[in-house]
């Protein structure tokens, strides 16, 4: 009889929580709230990129269009002197801009010192090159760079120095426009570690001066350390933004009447990746070559930065 009566009611549907009448709604609302992010991104960055992936594997005709070449532009890019030399130039300019992360540091924490006057002051100054347009940084260094009548040069007859042709000599160029890189990204890094430094608490510092640390040792002993995670994220955006170096590279090497820049006897020595991929895909028009440039640099950010989020986790402290 109890069987029977079992059988006769009515089963009670389980539900769950999550699915609600008014659920379908909200999910077309969330939808709709992610499709503009979603359509720009796809537009802009993802059908470019494999675009570009499919480019790399073809050859640009004369009068337009292109043929399946398969792997002969990446056999090609062994082949090319200029790509080695490329590389070296674009590692080294990386590396040199590491050099301004301890600068960063240094000056974020004498403005982070309580009482220091003028200190906002101090921030829009150093803050200045960022908002800067690169091509108008280049041509006010350009400027300070000649050889001629350059600034720089100019104070160094003072000292009874005679300063090199700075954007054009081959010996120098390099260096040159790495310090305008470091120039330009000091503003930046700056913000980024003085929001670290903000985060830190005082009672560590009280504590270290009663028992009695100098301003050096708590620096080194409580700064760095607790600032490692801003140092952290501001390494990998440098490595990144070096590696992708052109817009300076290009205005600094141009010069008025020639093209591209190939007068500048220099430009074999500053000429980075990403300068490779303008000249070979715009300038000589071998649009296939240059794809196979442009992620052969995409794999190199992505190797680097790989490389970087596991070195962290030896030096990186998260408190």
Not at 100 to 122: E, H, M
Not at 269 to 291: C, I, P, W
Request: no cysteine; glycine share 8%.
């Amino acid at each position: 009889m109890s069987a029977a009566n079992s059988l006769a009611r009515p089963r009670r549907v389980w539900r769950s929580p999550n699915r609600r009448p008014g659920r379908r709604p909200e999910q077309m609302w969330a939808y709709l709230m992610v499709a503009p992010m979603t359509i720009g991104l796809s537009v802009f960055y993802l059908w470019p990129i494999a675009q570009t992936f499919y480019y790399s594997f073809t050859k640009s005709g004369p009068f337009g269009g292109h043929a399946w070449i398969g792997m002969a532009n990446y056999r090609a890019l062994v082949d090319e002197p200029s790509v080695f030399q490329s590389v070296a130039n674009t590692l080294f300019y990386a590396v040199v801009q590491l050099a301004g992360i301890p600068l960063a540091v240094l000056l974020a924490t004498l403005l982070n010192q309580r009482g220091l006057r003028g200190r906002s002051i101090y921030r829009l100054v150093y803050f200045l090159p960022v908002v800067t347009m690169p091509v108008a940084v280049a041509m006010l260094w350009r400027w300070m760079y000649n050889g001629d009548y350059g600034l720089i040069n100019q104070m160094l007859s003072v000292l009874g120095v005679q300063g090199p042709h700075w954007a054009s000599d081959p010996s120098v160029a390099l260096y040159a426009i790495a310090a305008i890189g470091i120039w330009m990204a000091l503003g930046y890094n700056m913000v980024i570690f003085l929001a670290g430094l903000q985060g830190i608490p005082t009672m560590y510092y009280e504590a270290a001066a009663i028992d009695g640390a100098g301003p050096a040792r708590m620096f080194f002993r409580i700064t760095v350390p607790l600032l490692s995670p801003s140092i952290f994220f501001a390494t990998v955006l440098t490595v990144i933004n070096s590696l992708q170096m052109f817009d300076l590279a290009y205005m600094m090497m141009s010069t008025p009447g020639a093209a591209a820049g190939t007068a500048n006897p220099a430009l074999p020595q500053v000429r980075t990746v990403s300068y490779l991929f303008y000249q070979k895909a715009f300038v000589e028009h071998d649009l296939g070559f240059g794809a196979a440039v442009a992620f052969v640099l995409l794999g190199f950010i992505l190797a680097m930065t790989l490389i970087q989020f596991r070195l962290q986790k030896r030096w990186v402290h998260y408190a």
